[in-house]
């Protein structure tokens, strides 16, 4: 990827968000990865959006896991 790249944003549905601690879990773990410019992450519709330039989505879903979340 360059430069000059896309930016892209990848979708995952997440099990196991409850609440507002959950959401900064995650954000936390997403936000410290390459490429990584947002998160958004919704426990109240088990999703995270995830927006950044060379994403890497099994990276991504490691670092869900790693903090104690499911990837659908």
Same mark, same amino acid.
């Given at each position: 990827? $360059? *430069?000059?790249? %896309?930016?892209? +944003?990848?979708?995952?549905?997440?099990? !196991? +968000? !409850? &609440?507002?601690? &959950?959401?900064?879990?995650?954000?936390? =773990?997403? %936000? #410290? *990865? %390459? !490429? @990584?410019?947002?998160?958004? =992450? #919704?426990?109240?519709? !088990?999703? @995270?959006?995830?927006?950044?330039? $060379? *994403?890497? #989505?099994?990276?991504?879903?490691? =670092?869900?896991?790693? @903090? $104690?979340?499911? @990837?659908?």
């Amino acid at each position: 990827m $360059g *430069l000059f790249s %896309k930016t892209e +944003m990848h979708d995952f549905k997440v099990n !196991g +968000m !409850g &609440c507002g601690s &959950c959401e900064r879990k995650i954000d936390s =773990a997403l %936000k #410290s *990865l %390459k !490429g @990584v410019k947002k998160v958004e =992450a #919704s426990s109240s519709e !088990g999703r @995270v959006t995830v927006t950044g330039k $060379g *994403l890497d #989505s099994e990276i991504i879903v490691t =670092a869900i896991e790693s @903090v $104690g979340f499911t @990837v659908e």
